[in-house]
């Protein structure tokens, strides 16, 4: 029980640092700062494809990031989606250090990658697409346009005198940011307290996870998905990879190594879990409806992930 409270911390821990960055970057950002002004590549054209590319790196933190960033506005649906479908967490890592010929290796790696990556920036491009107006970043307006908005409420005798003032009020606003609130509280204190408030709940979810794996046993999860049948595999992962902890996919990685699984299996519970970051998105309880058609979405392309490849796989 001991291994899983140190399993439980040195997750969490692990986390801390891209939770503190993340907070620092999205006070950056909504304070218009010279550092986060250029926030096009969060909400860009490529922002998508930016997200796949990002989920596939085999950290857990990047799921998390997608979520708070979604939160706050600052990235599309699609990028979020793009994000949470290329996430591995220590899926490739577990593959690259397994008992496989490397032949065997570059093949699962390969086609894990390959597969996800598709996957993700085309179901990114479609959600944003088919979701236009519905799900657009709260990105900060440039100065030219906020100068433009305020133009259409004020007279237009005040036009000159209230461009004037708001040029003014730009040039001090940092000044007047540090001034109010100070610096070391805008960009240290505040994005240290959010992220420690945030990996205080992921410990509570570590912990409870790898105490239901301890109780239950891995080598009986292991078991469980050896036995479900070269047709029932699919749903079987999918049902692990909701678990929302990096062991899920730890679990799913090996089983597949030890011959376990079929790779279209192994793939179906990776395109579905998402690691800690569907947890983010649960944390907004007044956005139920979202979140499960978010879990839903992740759910039903695993499903057909897995289903589809078991089926190519019998056919060549």
Known sequence: MLDVVLDALLDTLKMLPFLFVLYVLIELLEHRTRVGAPSRALSGKAAP????????????GFSVMAGKLFERGLIT????????????????LVLALAELS??????????????????????????DLFLRGKAQPLSPLPAHEHDHAHEHHGHEHEHEHHDHEHDRDHEEFHVCEHKHEGALTLYFLSPLLHALQVAAAILVVNFAFGTLFFLVGEERVVGFLEGAGYWFQP????????????????????????????LASCLAGLVTNTGLGILVLFQNARAWKRNLAVLGALTALGIVVGYAGNALMLLF
């Open 102 to 127: 490397w032949q065997q290796k570059l093949l699962s790696v390969g086609v894990i990658v390959a597969v996800k990556l598709v996957l993700a920036v085309a179901a990114g491009y479609l959600a």
């Open 235 to 262: 749903l079987v992962a999918v049902l692990v990879g909701l678990v929302p902890n990096c062991a899920s996919s730890v679990v799913l990685a090996e089983t597949y190594a030890v011959g376990g699984l079929t």
């Open 77 to 92: 649906l699609g990028t979020l989606l793009a994000v949470f479908i290329a996430t591995n967490d220590e899926a490739l």
């Open 49 to 60: 494809l930016i997200g796949g590319a990002t989920g596939l790196i085999p950290l857990c």
